[in-house]
Structures are given as C-alpha cells and as structure tokens.
C-alpha cells in the first residue's frame, strides 16, 4: 500500500513493480500517512499479521514508531547489498535511522517551493530572486497586487508550510530553534507568536489567491488561479513543480526557493526524505525484501526522476533539463520540527488548523497549541 492518487511517480512505481513480479499479488492503495499510523497501531495491537506490507511514510515519524518496535530493521538488508546501499545519498539514509539502524527507505527527497510564473514578473518590473528576505516578500507581494495580481497560490493542504518555516527561521539561534523543537518553549513566546503573526500579514493584505478566503482555497482552485495568469507564485513540491508547470500552461516558468517567511534567516527550509517502511508484522517478509529492493533501484528511481521525483540517489540519470532546479536545496533541509513533537500537534499544524484558527480567533489558538504542548511535553 503505497500510493499517492495522481501522483505519476508512484504510480509509475507501482505499475512497475506489478510488472516485474507477475507470481506477487501487488495490491496498491492510498492512504494518508495518518491512516498508515492508524493501521500499524491497530493491526499489531490486536496481535495478527494482517499488516500492510511497504507503506509509504515520512522519515520525521521514523523513531516514534521504530522505539516501540512496530517497524522492521531494514539494514540487515542494506548490510547484505552493499552495492544497493551505495547508490543512495547518506544524508537521506541517514535521516531514516533510529539508535543506528536504518528502518526506512527513501524514495525522494520532499520540501516545498514556489513555481514563477516569468511573465508576469516581467510585466511588473520584479527580479525573480531565490532569497527574499519576509519583508522584501510583502514589497514583492504588493507591487504585484497593484498590478492586478496574486503574490501567492496556496492551497489551503499547504499552509502550514508558510508558518513552519517562520518558526524554523524565527529564532536568533539554533540552539533556541532546537529547544522550541523539542518542546523546551512554550507556543506563547514572543517569537513564536511574531511567526504566526508573519503568515497572518499575507493573508490580511489578501496577497494569496483568491484573496478573501483564500486560507480554504483548495488544491484546484489554486491551480485555476496559476492557469488563468492571476498567480505570480504558487506553492507546491520540488516532485510536483514539473507537472504543476505542465498542468497549468505556464509558458515562461522558474523554480524558486520556499521563503524562509522570515527577516533573521534564510538557512533552514522545511522537508525530510519521504520512504518506505515495512510493519514489523509483515506477513511475507521474503516477498517485501523483493520489492522494497526493486522500487529504490536505480532501474524505478531514474524513472521517477524522468517524471519530476527528486530522488535519493548519488548519480541521476534524468532527461529532464529542470531537475537540477528541483533538488538544489537538498543541504537546507531541516527535518526537525516542533510539529513532529506529538501527532496532536502535528495534526493541529499540518493539517492546517492551527494558521487558519490564529486567523480567526487570535492567540486562543496558541492556547490550545500550548496545551498539547505541555501534553507531550509532561508538564
């Protein structure tokens, strides 16, 4: 089970697989990463191995699940192939382990960015830059406004991306970053709140598409915007920048950097490996040694790369002459985030709610983030 519905890359690894192994019944369905967390946790609670056999996953919820041992260990398998364990980059392997063991596989290296649209940039006079400061941002931002467009398309799935990279950029240093991380700050600090306040401003001056109410705007309805030439920048992934382009008909497109929605740094950039991951009750243990091999190939990653995927490998064969700009941000990833503190928070933040609160009713939505804050934490 490790389908994204149309997401061409894994499709294409699915159709793949199936092909290559006609004695295996291959069944491929979507589920959410919250749904695969739901099943391991019920399926191994109730003692049986009725588990999903490769599920799709991100590499920040690794360790919460390896800890109390519902995964596999895969580096047995990597220790057995070194010649499969050397096509991958280390800092994605890396990112899967927990106490230095390897219980995931990557599959693409996953972080947001902005896809231009040149045209219109032209026709308001604005350099395309990669490193706009969040002040030089709003500039931006309403210089395209008088010209009669939107400085930003963003789904209302992706908001949350805006806040986590004001609150990964916000503080004055790591060290404050990492304990705000670990839950060690509460949500009411200053800092934390001038990240929230940050997002609220593009929303306020109705710079995101299609202005009022555009914190519910759904995936299609920003893609309409994108199509119609009324969005300077929309938000997506570095693996779906090269199909939004192509969707959407944008002549003259340029990838651009995420912005950092910050004026004290430009360093760290939301994302992490997304992998494969086998339950530890896996019912056919040989028979998912097989694929999870052949889905990280080299033969299945290139063809992912040639369909947008940023892949974890050391050397790409793609034919695509964008990818490079797709992956260019590979060292600014920062997989260490306060929302992975617990699944309440990561809930409340990734799927959106807390921005789309803090919009309405104000700091009562870093009350109740707080709260589960101090739930996780133990206070």
Known sequence: MIEIGGFPGLELAVDMAQEKFPDYEIISKEWSINGVKKAIKTTQAAGGDESIDIAFFSSTGISSFAENGMLTNLQPYLDEDAEWAGIFEESMLSSCTFENEVYGIPWQGAY??????????????????????????????????????????????????????????????????????????PVTDEKVKAAFDRVKGLYDNNYCYPGEGAIAATDDEIKVGVSNGKVALAATTNSGAASMIEECGIENARVVNFPTISNSSSQNLLGAPDVYIVPSNAKNPEAVKDVLKYLTSEE??????????????????????????????????HSEDFANLSDEIGDYISTGTAMTNYLYDGESALDELEQLRKTAVGE
């Open 300 to 333: 299945v990653l290139n063809a992912m790369a040639n369909v947008g995927v940023v892949v974890p490998l050391k050397e790409v064969d793609v034919e695509d002459p964008n990818y490079t700009e797709y992956s260019k941000d590979f060292g600014r990833l």
């Open 112 to 185: 947001p960015v902005l896809v231009a649209n040149e045209d219109i940039f032209a026709e308001a006079g604005i350099e395309i830059r990669d490193d706009w400061t969040y002040d030089e941002l709003l500039e931006v931002c309403e210089t395209l406004k008088e010209k009669g467009y939107y400085g930003l398309g963003v789904a209302s799935g992706y908001n949350a991306w805006l806040v986590r990279q004001s609150y990964l950029n916000g503080f004055e240093n790591e060290e404050d970053l990492a304990a705000f991380n670990r839950g060690e700050i």
